[in-house]
């Protein structure tokens, strides 16, 4: 991609009415654009590293054969008022309006009720299960404060999954295999070795077991206890239920990046979502709700790992592998001649960013860390003069020279120390 083909540009200075740094830097970088508080827009950067999240979501969906689809973002209110979740006493967080003729309606905050009503028309025997689906889709809640940039939106992007199983061993089977495929989904994000899986209460989805993934992160709003002895993980709420003195555990702040919930036959059965089982008896289908916060994630990325240059991107959701910073100071110079050869020939090969605007080299430089790309293919006239250029490794700073022959090897090199 060349970068005079983009329309975004970086700013001078952080956004003064951002309180999160996460927001802040994306704002600054020209990823992210704040409509307005918890409401964010993906400019093209930036919703490059949302398909990466996205992508390596759908994958460890699919590896548990989760069948991708969209449900709608308007919603009934019948459905929610079936299970008692339309009231604004039970679930706080609603944005909800009416049709021109009074009807009232709900912006999807969650999807378990619409999904399960749908399912009616294709749940009939034991045969039709177990179903697992999933979608990436926006969600709306009408948070009380939403300070933390795009870690609390009031527009967000959820990755849910929804399991509709014949019996709780079955369930069981894949709750555990999704606890997995979570952790999986964390790792080759880059936030492997910080996400604990922590026993949580229901709050306002179930009264069963859930667990949240939580990620150590100091701009998150959650607090978990780590018990190492026993290998297991408290959040708050469980806590306060739990009889162990947390005074002996390890406390740390962090941003809940998944929530997973067992409901069993209740919702179904109170929904009319039922199944005739192999005795042919009647039976409420087993339901579970997987949810990933993706712009969440994106957000703990940037908390993690931005520095005081800018951002810093593991390789598998940066925007790009590789920049070409090419400090040219004229059209048709070596070193723009040069750039250009090396575009074309990485171009097909790698996902990559090619700096060709006129510019101050300082200003291109400082873009580029601000950018966060995990390597940098530096182009300049003193390095050029001797047949070389500089690769960059922006996670951790370091600068090498290699001739121009084996720009290719020299990255393949620098790209094994990446995270
Ligand atoms: P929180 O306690 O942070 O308000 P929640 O428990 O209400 O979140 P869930 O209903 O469990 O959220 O949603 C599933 C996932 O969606 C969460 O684990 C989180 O990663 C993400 N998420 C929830 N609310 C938001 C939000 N306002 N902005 C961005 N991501 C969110
Ligand atoms: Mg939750």
Redesign the pocket.
């Known amino acids: 991609m060349r970068h005079t083909n983009i329309f975004t540009k970086t700013r001078k200075e952080s956004p003064k009415d951002e309180l999160a740094k996460n927001a802040q830097i994306l704002i600054k970088a020209g990823f992210v654009h704040k409509e307005m508080a918890g409401v964010y827009a993906y400019m093209p950067f930036g919703l490059k590293v949302l398909e990466n999240i996205k992508k390596i979501a759908r994958d460890e969906m699919s590896k548990v054969s989760g069948q991708e689809m969209i449900m709608a973002s308007l919603q009934k209110k019948e459905i929610w008022e079936s299970t008692d979740r339309w009231d604004d006493k039970n679930v706080d967080i609603w944005f909800k309006s009416q049709l021109k003729n009074g009807t009232d309606i709900g912006f999807a905050w ?1 999807h378990e009720e619409p999904i399960t009503e749908m399912m009616k028309n294709f749940i009939v025997s034991y045969k039709d299960l177990p179903i697992y689906t999933y979608q990436f889709q926006t969600k709306m ?1 009408n ?1 009380l404060r939403a300070k933390s940039g795009i ?3 009031r527009e ?1 992007l ?1 990755k849910d999954l929804y399991s509709y199983s014949s019996s709780d061993e079955e369930h069981e089977t894949f709750y555990h295999n999704m606890i997995t495929a979570y952790l999986s989904f964390y790792k080759r994000c880059g936030l492997g070795d910080d996400t604990y899986v922590t026993v949580a209460a229901g ?1 306002v989805f179930t009264k069963n077991i859930s667990h949240e993934f939580q990620t150590i992160c100091d701009a998150g ?1 959650d607090i978990i206890y780590i018990d190492r002895e026993n290998n297991i993980v408290y959040n708050e709420e469980a806590i306060d239920a739990s009889l162990v003195d947390k005074n002996k555990l390890e406390k740390h702040k962090t941003a ?4 997973i919930f067992s409901f069993g036959g209740e919702k179904c059965e109170r929904m009319g979502l039922l199944f005739m089982d192999k005795d042919g008896e009647k039976k409420p289908v087993i339901l579970g709700s997987y ?3 993706i ?2 994630v994106m957000g703990v990325i940037v908390e993690k790992y931005a520095d005081e240059k800018g951002l810093v991107w593991p390789k598998n959701i940066s925007p790009f592998d590789i920049e070409i910073v090419s400090l040219f100071k004229e059209e048709g110079d070596n070193v723009h001649k040069e750039s250009e050869k090396i575009h074309n020939n990485l171009k097909d090969k790698y996902e990559v960013l090619y700096d060709d605007r006129l510019m101050p080299i300082v200003a291109k430089m400082q873009d580029a860390d601000l950018y966060g790309v995990p390597l940098q293919i530096i182009i300049g006239e003193k390095t050029l003069d001797k047949d070389m250029v500089q690769i960059k490794n922006r996670q951790n700073g370091e600068v090498v020279e290699v001739g121009l022959m084996d720009v290719e090897k020299g990255l393949e090199e620098m790209g094994r120390g990446l995270f």
């Open positions: 969650s809640r948070e870690m609390r939106g967000f959820m709050g709003e809940e990046v998944g929530n949810g990933i916060g712009t969440r």
